[in-house]
């Protein structure tokens, strides 16, 4: 079936075109325009997958293809790390669609035909980003598709002002990121419009003074632009995802910023001459990447945890969990390019990190904007300050919300633990030989303590507190299980990528060996990663019997969930030994008679020292 990969790209390309074509002229029968969007987009996405599957795990990474659409000739590149993106953009676009045809219900006032037109063709554009090969026709033809058919679904709510004028501002900025990455291609010496990267890398190799510079610039700009890296995000980020309808949120947060970093990874990877003329220097573009994203990191978390609206919270913190990718490639980039080799191979270690939390963070994010999205269809309000208790009245959405929230916290036994280990080790590891990569590594483990406070409010003052059933006048039950279901998928996905985190890395080790033209390929193929992965890089080793390669950064989550069954299991014990006996009575108030809406807990109070003392980094809400 997946013999001819660039044919079956096509056939993705045009179901998705189908698509949107079709399915608007059902839009008044809305559930079937959501069955007929989620079975096309489906079909596109399996066929995708297929793709990555082929490529990442079939060994049958393609060289670049010149295919013609009428006068317009557009290079495509199915390698593995194309076929890596196409996959996590393909499942996320199957969970976030089925997810849809309930949730759409929500809008009541609102006509469908304009979001079932452009939700395909958002997906479209994603999927030509990563496999355009290109920065001019092909790259500009994707790009205004993922962008033109975003803005129409974060304006979803047009009759909202402010929503419309967020997706304006949403729209030019993505517009002026694009414009950037052209003017950086216009640098390179001899520059034509089609060539692919491999042809702009070996003019760039040709070009002399101060070009380079300016073109890796305005490039990093452009793609640091759509990732939503501090100060740029800021200036999107939060206003255009927490406005769209949820299973967009998911999308957006989950796979589109990340075709900034696919961007940013390929051109200061692959987009690189090898000439006698030209040296590329990587130690200072690793350091600036580096450097961009531990503030982003730090920043964006920071930001996330003084919101009062869930879905900003959510938004803010994306751009937290960009700035760890974004380190981890800077730090990848600077350590392969020093003359140190303990450095090389810690490098791998990094951009393995690098990219197992681009996975891990599409899912567990986009289940979190599922989760509030679910929050929002039940109570309609995504104020933390209205709402509360919902963890009887929604057991299983608090659950999953749950696990997605200790996801993306890095508590060991779930997703997040296992990305953010590796990178943030990558970086103490390069301490002995790189100062401000350890203070780097230092600052991430602080943030990964904002983030926990971020979901402990978000989880806390959803689920655990009080106060829906004086502020939401309306009946709230759990959402029906078509809408379950897709979350239920991704929260299997965050225990699965916690606890058997070696599958993924070697995945990924396996995608960096086949992808022909990184700088890192040789690296890659050189190394005996049943024996190194952190065991080189650290002296440190934890076999398991029958899986070969294991590593630290693997086993730690199993073991330190069973030291916790074990202690839980003693505590268990010693209650029953002792004949102790539960009562139930009202809670002890300090004083009030009552609990009401005028004496709960409100989020201005929650981690209110600590948020004084970070007032500095902005992102302030007015009381």
């Known amino acids: 079936m997946f013999s001819d990969l660039y044919g079956n790209l096509l056939v993705a390309f045009a179901l998705l075109i189908i698509s949107a074509v079709v399915a608007p002229f059902l839009a008044t029968k809305r559930t079937l325009a959501g069955w007929l969007n989620f079975l096309m987009v489906a079909a596109a996405s399996v066929i995708m997958l297929g793709i990555g599957y082929e490529t990442v795990f079939g060994g049958n990474s393609l060289p670049s293809k010149l295919i013609a659409f009428g006068p317009v000739k557009i290079y495509f590149l199915l390698d593995s790390f194309a076929g890596f993106f196409a996959g996590v953009i393909g499942f996320m676009a199957i969970m976030s669609a089925f997810y849809s045809i309930a949730y759409m219900e929500h809008y009541p006032d609102y006509r469908l035909r304009s979001y079932y ?15 355009v090969d290109d920065l001019s026709v092909g790259f500009t033809i994707a790009w205004q598709m993922m962008t033109i058919a975003s803005f129409f679904l974060v304006r979803f709510e047009y009759k909202k002002a402010e929503n419309v004028r967020n997706a304006n501002k949403y729209l030019v900025l993505m517009e002026i990121a694009w414009a950037l990455i052209l003017a950086g291609t216009v640098f390179i010496s001899n520059f034509g419009i089609g060539d692919s990267v491999h042809e702009l890398a070996a003019k760039l190799g040709a070009t ?9 610039a305005l490039i990093f700009l452009g793609f640091a632009f759509k990732a939503g890296v501090f100060p740029l ?23 589109m910023i990340k075709t900034g970093i696919y961007g940013i990874i390929r051109t200061f990877f692959w987009m690189v001459p090898h000439t006698e003329t030209f040296h ?13 994203g531990v503030v982003t990191l730090f920043m964006g978390t920071a930001q996330s945890m003084k919101q009062s609206d869930a879905k900003r919270l959510l938004a803010y913190s994306s751009i937290g969990q960009i700035g760890y990718i974004t380190m981890a490639v800077g730090a990848a980039l600077f350590m392969f390019s020093s003359n140190n080799e303990f450095l090389k191979l810690v490098s791998l270690v990094a951009i393995i990190g690098a990219v197992y939390h681009i996975l891990n963070h599409a ?9 509030s999205g679910s929050v929002l269809y039940a109570t309609g309000t995504k104020d933390l300050n209205r709402l509360g208790g919902l963890i009887t009245i929604m057991p299983v959405t608090a659950v999953i919300a749950g696990v997605a929230s200790l996801s993306i916290s ?3 036994g779930f997703s997040g633990f296992a990305s953010k280990w ?15 990569l350890v203070i780097f590594g230092i600052v991430a483990l602080f943030t990964s303590a904002l983030t926990l406070s971020c979901y402990v409010k978000f989880f806390g003052m959803t689920f655990t507190s009080t106060g829906t059933e004086w502020t939401v006048q309306k009946d709230i039950k759990e959402v029906p299980a078509i809408m379950l279901a897709p979350k239920i998928v991704l929260t299997a996905l965050c225990l699965v990528q916690g606890l058997i985190p070696f599958f993924y890395y070697q995945a990924i080790i396996g995608i960096m060996q086949s992808a022909k033209g990184s700088i890192m390929f040789e690296a890659f193929r050189s190394v005996d990663f049943d024996n190194f992965i952190l065991s080189t890089a650290m002296g440190v080793s934890v076999g398991v019997p029958g899986i070969k390669g294991l590593t630290l950064a693997a086993a730690f989550p199993v073991i330190v969930l069973a030291v916790f069954a074990g202690a839980f299991a003693i505590a268990a014990l010693l209650r029953r030994s002792g004949g102790s006996e539960e009562k139930l009575t009202t809670t002890w108030l300090c004083g009030y008679q009552e609990l009401s809406n ?3 807990y409100k989020d201005k109070n929650m981690f209110a020292a600590l948020k004084n003392v970070l007032r500095w980094t902005g992102g302030n809400v007015k009381d």
Do not use: C
């Open 363 to 371: 899912v567990f994010k986009g289940l979190l904007f599922l989760s």
């Open 598 to 600: 005028n004496n709960r």
């Open 422 to 436: 590796t990178i943030v080790s990558s970086s103490l590891l390069a301490g002995s030989d790189v100062l401000f």
């Open 410 to 412: 890095g508590v060991p």
């Open 280 to 292: 590329f220097d990587g130690t200072l573009w690793g350091a600036i990447i580096a450097s961009i």
């Open 233 to 255: 995000g800021q200036l999107w980020l939060p206003d255009a995802h927490s406005i769209a309808p949820s299973p967009i949120s998911a999308l957006l947060s989950g796979v």
């Open 117 to 131: 037109a452009n939700f395909p063709i958002f997906i479209a554009g994603m999927f030509g980003i990563v496999t």
């Open 208 to 216: 002399t003074g101060a070009a380079p510079y300016i073109v890796y």
